[in-house]
């Protein structure tokens, strides 16, 4: 499967997290990043919706 390159803006708490769980299990944090996003696209299309103003928490961390 071909990927594209993209861009993200997280907090420096976001990234900082991210960072630590990916050295923590010795993936990177691309990896992690494209794993909460197939989580969340499935979620989202299994459940037939989404609510982007229901979301827990927007650009607030």
């Keep these: 499967m071909k990927t594209l390159r993209t861009t993200i803006s997280l907090s ?3 990234l900082s997290r991210l960072q630590r769980m990916a ?3 010795g993936l990177s944090v691309a ?3 494209r794993q909460a996003v197939g989580e969340f696209l499935e979620r989202t299309e299994n459940e037939g919706k989404f609510h982007p ?3 827990s928490t927007k ?3």
């Design 12 to 14: 420096p708490e976001q």
């Design 23 to 25: 050295d923590a299990h």
């Design 31 to 33: 990896w992690l990043v």
């Design 53 to 55: 103003l229901a979301a």
């Design 59 to 61: 650009d607030t961390h």
